[in-house]
């Protein structure tokens, strides 16, 4: 496994810059997104990477055929071509690298998560014109052809497997318990997309103390998100004070809890005694 560093303080300045713009542009490019995203996780991908990555995603749109038919037949041709003839697809392994949320190492890899493997499905599918989306899934990620009335689902993680309608009844109880709603299956756009690619790099390195520096980059890119909830502010103040930056935790703690104040008091008033706590580790 590949240790990945991050990049310089001016470069990742600058691609957070790019990002913010990107995800506030009328229409938001996904793959321009992730590989922004994936060179704040990696130092080594620089531009000519980034520009790698996205010939090869046009490259293996060229290799689809012209236009095969509906909904199923995309679904189809998408299958052969990522799943059987070029081998994307995911494991349970996959779920304990980080590159594995990062598209650019899933290029190379052609393994993943099951929402990355979907960005490349996706990608390469509407390069090729097809009609695609993602669909979030409870607990599993999957990618949607057609309007709602055709809908035809492929699971990326198993290769492009086209689902059945009971097959997703499954993958709904397996991660939930509760039957499949409609609601469900909702076409994401492409900054719910990248929000929960950064909800799964955050939930990896929470379960490695010693990753708070991945935790902290991707709470600071999901702030950069136009829509977010105030309390990854909470969240990326904690980091900075757990990762000794007592200072500076402190007064995003104090801003926090004038943020919430107005319609939970308990909640400030917890953060401001935080925030004690935090300066006090200066004494």
Not at 162 to 190: F, N, R, Y
Request: with cysteine.
């Amino acid at each position: 496994m590949r240790f990945l560093h991050p990049p310089p303080p001016e470069r990742s300045a600058e691609l957070r810059l790019r990002f913010a713009q990107e995800a506030r542009a009328e229409r938001p490019d996904l793959s321009a997104l992730c590989l922004l995203l994936g060179a704040e996780g990696d130092g080594s991908l620089d531009e000519a990477g980034m520009d790698a990555a996205q010939a090869e995603l046009d490259a293996l749109a060229g290799r689809l055929p012209f236009r095969p038919g509906g909904p199923r037949s995309w679904a189809v041709a998408l299958r052969e071509l990522l799943g059987d003839r070029c081998g994307f697809g995911g494991r349970p392994a996959d779920y304990q690298r980080l590159e594995s949320s990062l598209l650019h190492r899933v290029l190379e890899r052609r393994r993943g998560l099951p929402i990355l493997l979907s960005v490349v499905w996706m990608e390469v599918a509407r390069r090729a014109g097809a009609p695609v989306y993602g669909v979030a899934l409870p607990g599993h990620f999957v990618v949607g052809f057609g309007p709602r009335e055709q809908q035809v689902l492929a699971d990326p993680f198993e290769g492009g497997r086209v689902l059945t309608g009971s097959d997703t009844e499954l993958l709904v109880a397996g991660a939930t318990g509760a039957p499949l709603d409609p609601s469900m299956l909702t076409p994401a756009d492409p900054l719910e997309v990248v929000q929960r690619i950064l909800n799964n790099i955050r939930a990896w390195a929470s379960a490695r103390p010693e990753r708070s520096d991945v935790s902290l980059w991707a709470v600071e890119l999901a702030l950069l998100l136009p829509s977010h909830p105030a309390r990854l502010r909470y969240e990326r103040a904690q980091l900075l004070v757990q990762r000794g930056e007592f200072t500076v935790g402190a007064v995003e703690l104090e801003s926090y809890a004038d943020l919430v104040e107005v319609v939970d008091l308990a909640t400030a008033e917890k953060a401001r005694a935080q925030a004690r706590a935090a300066r006090a580790l200066l004494n």
